[in-house]
C-alpha cells in the first residue's frame, strides 16, 4: 500500500521561503516519478508545480522556475524548496508519486497528472502580509 505525508505547509510574507516534505512508503518501483502539485483557490484541478524522476531529471512550471527546487531521496523522501514566495503561490500543495514509463513526458507534458497514480492529502500554503 503506498501512503504519501506531506508535511512543511504554513503562512509565510511574500518573499520569504518555506520548504515542503513528502514521505512516501510503499513506493516499490524500478522507475519512478515523484511530484509537487497545487491547486490554487477557485480553481478545480491541480497544476503542476514541479517533478523529478529517478535519474534526477526535474521539470518546472514557467512560474516557479528560479524560485522552487525539487530534490529527492531515491523514492521515499520528496522537497519541495520554495524561495520568493509570492502571493499567487498561496494553495493547497499536493505530493504525488508514480512509476514511470518509459512513455513519460511524450505525448503529455511531464508535469501532467496523469503519469502519477499516487498522492498525498495536501498541505496548504499560505502567502500574504
Known amino acids: 500500500q503506498v501512503q504519501l505525508v506531506e508535511s512543511g505547509g504554513g503562512s509565510v510574507q511574500p518573499g520569504r521561503s518555506l520548504i515542503l516534505s513528502c514521505t512516501a512508503s510503499g513506493l516499490d518501483f524500478g522507475t519512478y516519478v515523484l511530484g509537487w502539485f497545487r491547486r490554487i483557490p477557485g480553481k478545480e484541478v491541480e497544476e503542476g508545480v514541479a517533478?523529478?524522476?529517478?535519474?534526477?531529471?526535474s521539470f518546472y512550471a514557467d512560474d516557479v522556475k528560479g524560485r522552487f527546487t525539487i530534490s529527492h531521496i531515491n523514492a521515499n523522501k520528496v522537497y519541495l524548496q520554495m524561495n520568493s514566495l509570492k502571493p499567487e503561490d498561496t494553495a493547497s500543495y499536493y505530493c504525488?508519486?508514480?512509476?514511470?514509463?518509459?512513455?513519460?513526458?511524450?505525448?503529455?507534458?511531464?508535469?501532467?497528472?496523469?503519469?502519477?497514480?499516487?498522492w498525498g492529502q495536501g498541505t496548504q500554503v499560505t502567502v500574504s502580509s
Open positions: 517533478t523529478i524522476d529517478e535519474g534526477d531529471r
Open positions: 504525488a508519486a508514480g512509476y514511470r514509463s518509459a512513455a513519460y513526458g511524450t505525448y503529455a507534458s511531464p508535469l501532467a497528472p496523469q503519469w502519477f497514480g499516487y
